[in-house]
C-alpha cells in the first residue's frame, strides 16, 4: 500500500525530534515494521513485561533478522515486579480490575514512560476497529500524558486489509496466531479466540470490554 507509506513518511518527515515505535509482536506491529523499513530514523522498542510467551522470544530474534532491525527493550523496575509478584503471584492479576492495572501499571506503564521520554513522536499499531476503546481512534493525536504526537499509520485498516497486506508482502506472524489467537499479549492474560469472536476478546477476557486497555493508550 504505497498510500500509507506516503501518508505517514509526509509526516514523519516533518517531525524535528526522536521517534518512538513501540512494537508489541502483534501482526499490526510487523505491517508497520514493513511500512517503516525504509525510515532510519525511528527508534523501535517492545515492552519486556517478563510475562510473555516463550514463543516470543524467539519471533522477537525472527523478526529482528527479519527486518534487520534492533528492538530495544525496556524492562520494569526489578524491586518494584519482586514486590508485586510477592503480591499477585502467577496469576493474581486475574482477582480484581485494580490488581490487573497495577501489574500492567508496573510493567507495561512505567517502562513506556521511559521509552516515551524525550520522544517527540510515537509511531502505534493501534488500529480502531479492534474494540470499542479505541472506536474513535485518528492518524494523528496528541497524547497528553506523554506530551507529543501518536501517530496510528493504520487506525484505518480493516483486519482483511491488514492481513492481506501481510501475506502479499510474505511477512512473518507470531506462531500463535496459528493457534488461534488474534492478538499477542501476556501469558497469563492472553488466550486464543473462536472464529468470528472479537479479536480483542482473548486479552483480560474475564473483563468487560469497555476495561480492556492496559493503561498504555488511554488518553491522560
Ligand atoms: S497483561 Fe497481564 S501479565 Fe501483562 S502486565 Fe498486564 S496484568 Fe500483568
Known sequence: MLYERDRLYDILNEIKGAI??????????????????????????TLETLKHFHQSETFHNEIERFFNVKIIKYYPDQSEVKELETELGDYGMRESLEKRRLCCDIRKVRPLERALKNKSAWITGLRAAQSITRANLQ????????????????????????????????????????????????????????????????????????????????KG
Do not use: M
Open 20 to 45: 518512538g515505535f513501540s512494537c508489541s509482536y502483534q501482526a499490526e506491529d510487523i505491517a508497520l515494521l514493513h511500512l517503516l523499513k525504509d525510515h532510519d530514523n525511528i527508534e523501535i522498542f
Open 139 to 218: 492518524l494523528v493525536e496528541y497524547d497528553e500524558k506523554y506530551r507529543l504526537l501518536k501517530i496510528n499509520p493504520i487506525f484505518d485498516w480493516s483486519e482483511k486489509e491488514l492481513y492481506d497486506y501481510i501475506a502479499q508482502n510474505d511477512l512473518p506472524l507470531h506462531p500463535l496466531y496459528a493457534e488461534g489467537f488474534k492478538s499477542i499479549g501476556c501469558e497469563p492474560c492472553t488466550r486464543a479466540v473462536a472464529e468470528g469472536e472479537d479479536i480483542r476478546s482473548g486479552r483480560w477476557w474475564w473483563e468487560n470490554p469497555e476495561h480492556k486497555e492496559c493503561g498504555l493508550h488511554i
